[in-house]
């Protein structure tokens, strides 16, 4: 994988990742992740993105290059993965939902604890970084050059297993087509409907 495959907008690239692998290498040992589900948010047209209002320290990596990895704390609880995509200077990135844990599944179970199901081991952006060892100190690494966290191809998801729906638990934009998936696939997460959802809107 190369900038080139994820110097599109976020919607374009989102279903894409389907398949795509997330590898960690730290003291614990490897993890890899065959990524199941994707959410795609772009910048100031995207009410639901971190990047509607503009550039803060916080979502500084959202606006590129792409290729890195933008990392966040989820409701003071979770860290929460996004592949930046796009154009240098314009926020766009795809968070990680859901994914099949493909190697490393001893230390991802250690992380996530003995009595979780295989196939909840990376169900959910939170569980997702949980099992594969991300937090902040993962903010903005270099997924394509890196070594410690890094992103590849892995196997083609079909294009009839490609499932599009509403973003997951968002009260913004939640009606946005803009969640992929893999039909049928155990490790894919719920959806939900934020109580807190706004009327319906559609991106611009």
Not at 37 to 51: F, L, R
Not at 78 to 85: I, K, L, M, Q
């Amino acid at each position: 994988m190369n900038v080139e495959d994820l110097a599109h907008p976020a919607e374009e690239v989102a279903p894409r990742l389907l398949g795509a692998v997330l590898t960690h290498k730290s003291a614990e040992g490897t993890v890899s992740i065959a990524i199941t589900e994707t959410e795609a948010y772009s910048g100031a047209a995207d009410p639901a993105s971190h990047a509607y209002r503009g550039r803060t320290p916080r979502n500084a990596v959202m606006f590129g290059p792409a290729g890195h990895l933008y990392v966040y704390r989820s409701h003071g609880l979770h860290w929460c993965a996004n592949v930046v995509t796009g154009t240098d200077g314009i926020a766009s990135a795809v968070l990680i939902r859901a994914g099949r844990v493909i190697e490393g599944e001893e230390l991802a179970r250690e992380r996530r604890g003995p009595k979780v199901e295989d196939a909840r081991l990376a169900r959910g952006p939170g569980n997702f970084c949980q099992a594969l060892g991300i937090t902040a100190a993962h903010d903005g690494a270099d997924l394509l050059t890196g070594t410690s966290v890094t992103l590849s191809w892995g196997e083609a998801v079909p294009d009839d297993l490609v499932r599009v729906g509403p973003r997951v638990g968002v009260s913004k934009a939640h009606d946005w087509q803009h969640r992929f998936y893999v039909a049928g696939d155990p490790t894919v997460s719920a959806y939900r409907l934020s109580p807190r959802a706004k009327p319906p809107t559609s991106p611009s």
